[in-house]
C-alpha cells in the first residue's frame, strides 16, 4: 500500500476536516469530503469501546460507500485524576447530545478540586486509512500535558481552551494553528501515517 491518488476524509466535522487537511497538505492525495459526495455519503455511528473501533467504522465505511481509500480518525482527552476518562467518550462525555462547550464545562466541574499537580492529560489520536479492498494502515499519535480551569484562547475546539501541552504555557486553544497542528496527537498520528505510506514500495516508485 502507498499513497493514493484520491482519497475521502471520513468526517463531517467541520473543524475537524481542517486540521486534517492541513496536517495532509503535503500528501500527493486529492481530497474529497462529504460535500463532494451529496447522497453518498454514510451516516456511521461511532458505536466502538476503542479509538481504533470508531476511526475503523467510519473509514471503511466511506472506502465502502465511495470505492476509494478513505482517511478517519477518533480522539479524546484521558484524564489521570478520572482514572483515564473520558476517553473514547470525549465527544459524549455530558451526554449523547452534548456541545463542545458542555463537555468543557463538565470537565472542569470535575477536576475543579483536583490540585494542580494531579491535573495530568493527553490526547490521544487513532488515524486509519481503509481501502475499498479491506486492507488498512494505521497511525497513533499522543499529546501529553497538564489541565486548567479557567478556559483560554479561541482556536482549536472540544477541550482545546483548558489543555496546556507539556513544556508550553498557552493553551492549546491560544496556539496558532500551524503549531497546534505540528505537536497534535492529530497531526502526530498523521503524521506516523504518512511515514508508513511514504516508506511503501509502490511509493518509492511513484
Known sequence: MSFPHVAAV???NRDKIREILASCSDWPVEWRTARDHPGQWPDVEETGTTYLDNARLKASAVA???VVPA???DSGIEVDALGGAPGPRSARFAGERASDRDNLERLIELIRDVPDVGRSARYRCVA???FPEGEEMIGEGTCEGTLITEPRGS???GYDPMFV??????TMAELAPEEKD????RGRALAALRAQLAAAPLARGR
Open 155 to 157: 482556536g482549536g475546539f
Open 128 to 130: 486509519v486509512l481503509a
Open 182 to 185: 505540528r505537536i497534535s496527537h
Open 165 to 170: 501541552p507539556s513544556g508550553r504555557t498557552e
Open 64 to 66: 465502502g460507500a465511495l
Open 71 to 73: 482517511l478517519a480518525d
Open 10 to 12: 471520513a468526517s463531517r
